[in-house]
């Protein structure tokens, strides 16, 4: 599957779990709720955030606090999802040569590229789905942070420098940098790639563009969330997929291999010239 179909199927996901818990209880999470969402994920990620902020200067910095912790517990799942991101743009030279192998598409032909495909990702290591997981682990964190500020009273009514953090941002200023930051990382991580089509490049802007305008129908927590997670995505982009470091690393591969040819057809011309003789 295409990088940027599994984009647009990422994006219907959040999508579909925010309508999904939009409809989800709004009733004041407290320590007599019940059930397993609000009494054990809710309720103790806001006691969590409370006493984050009660210990490390307000309820700005306990929600920015608790991103970073989040963030550095799965990192190892996002390191893991950077290996494969790695390995499948390293593959697509081979799977653009299996599509041409296989134009045709009917049924046969396009069974056919699919096994040579599964083959090609089996013998690489590569598994093309693991780049959602990190994903599908985030959504949970970030909507339970949601309902835990929304529906904590002392949470909903939190200030942050110049933010009602129940509130949007009346300047606009978290959207912007939520936006900035997740071009910033999908540019980086776009950099490295061996080629770039049209929907790849396209969803480099698309992306910035949706969470901007999404952010601005969330509270201010929310947005700020956003904000740490993707700067923190910034720097974890750089270090373990630096595109410059991956670019250069390629580049003296092909310059190798291109020596390598080189050499070996500079052999083969000698030998042919002392037969001749």
């Excluded at 994006?11 to 989800?24: D, R």
């Excluded at 653009?96 to 056919?112: H, N, W």
Aim: glycine share 4%; charged share 20%; aromatic share 12%.
């Amino acid at each position: 599957m295409r990088k940027g179909h599994k984009k647009i199927l990422s994006l219907a996901g959040i999508m579909s779990l925010a309508v999904f818990l939009a409809a989800c209880s709004n009733s004041p999470i407290t320590s007599h709720s019940t059930g397993f969402w609000d009494h054990y994920i809710i309720y103790n990620c806001s006691r969590f955030i409370i006493w984050l902020s009660n210990n490390f200067g307000g309820y700005g910095m306990g929600i920015i606090i608790f991103t970073i912790i989040v963030r550095i517990i799965i990192l190892p799942l996002m390191v893991y999802q950077t290996k494969m991101s790695v390995k499948m743009q390293e593959l697509t030279p081979q799977l653009k040569e299996i599509q041409k192998k296989y134009p045709g598409r009917d049924r046969e032909s396009l069974e056919k590229m699919q096994a040579a495909q599964q083959k090609l990702y089996k013998d690489a290591g590569v598994h093309p789905f693991a780049s959602m997981l990190p994903l599908l682990v985030q959504l949970p964190v970030m909507w339970a942070l949601y309902q835990a500020i929304w529906r904590t009273h002392v949470l909903r009514s939190g200030s942050f420098l110049w933010l009602q953090l129940g509130h949007n941002d009346p300047y606009y200023v978290l959207p912007i940098l939520a936006a900035l930051f997740t071009f910033i990382s999908s540019w980086l991580s776009m950099a490295s790639m061996p080629e770039q089509n049209a929907m790849t490049r396209s969803m480099t802007w698309f992306m910035p563009i949706m969470v901007f305008f999404m952010a601005l129908g969330f509270s201010s927590a929310i947005t700020l969330y956003w904000v740490v997670s993707n700067a923190f995505q910034v720097l974890q982009v750089l270090i373990f997929q630096n595109p410059f470091k991956i670019r250069r690393e390629r580049e003296e591969k092909q310059a190798a291999e291109r020596r390598h040819r080189n050499k070996i057809a500079k052999a083969k011309r000698k030998a042919y010239r002392s037969k001749r003789k």
